[in-house]
């Protein structure tokens, strides 16, 4: 006689259903790589901002300079209708473009340019003045050296320098 042995079948749950979405292990993992990069990247960029002003203020006051040995070169006339000298008077946190023979704060005709709170101006200039001759575009009183205005960046602690020539030509 066959003994069959009698199995018990185990009840058997229901087919599991797929998931959707991800577990929270996931999700935080995600979200750490996420933080990481924005944390790197504005760290990054915070640098740049600063440094593209004092490369944008290096560039705005050699174009000024440009401009006012211009006008005293090509004989431009002032608001009176004279032909003119023109300079540039700098100070720490701002300059201004103004015309004449010597720097007249009350003069209506000056364009005071001010600085961002971070940029400085520093110079080897007599009086923090550059005058440009008439005609010529030299430095008035130059004494033949060459004159660095530093522009600092207080944030960064970078500096810029543009050289004056006695010519009055900025390098």
């Known amino acids: 006689?066959?003994?069959?042995?009698?199995?018990?079948?185990?009840p058997t749950s229901p087919p599991r259903l797929r998931q959707l979405g991800f577990t929270l292990v996931e999700t935080m993992i995600i979200m750490a790589i996420i933080a990481t990069l924005f944390g790197v990247s504005s760290v990054l960029l915070s640098r740049l901002i600063p440094r593209a002003n004092l490369v944008s203020t290096t560039e705005v006051?050699?174009?000024?300079?440009?401009?006012?040995?211009?006008?005293a070169m090509t004989g431009e006339k002032n608001?009176?209708?004279?032909?003119d000298t023109y300079g540039i008077y700098l100070q720490t946190d701002r300059y201004t473009l103004f015309e004449g023979d010597s720097f007249d704060p009350d003069s209506p005709g000056n364009?005071?340019?001010?600085?961002?709170n971070y940029i400085r101006l520093s110079t080897t200039l007599p009086d923090?003045?550059?005058?440009f001759?008439?005609?010529?575009?030299e430095i008035l009183n130059s004494t033949g050296n060459n004159h660095t205005i530093t522009i600092s960046d207080t944030l960064t602690g970078d500096t810029r320098l543009i050289t004056l020539n006695p010519y009055g030509i900025p390098e």
């Open 111 to 116: 364009l005071v340019t001010s600085l961002t």
């Open 61 to 71: 006051l050699t174009a000024e300079l440009r401009s006012q040995q211009l006008k």
């Open 1 to 10: 006689m066959k003994v069959m042995k009698q199995f018990t079948r185990l």
């Open 133 to 137: 001759t008439r005609g010529r575009g």
């Open 128 to 131: 923090q003045v550059v005058i």
């Open 79 to 83: 608001s009176a209708g004279e032909v």
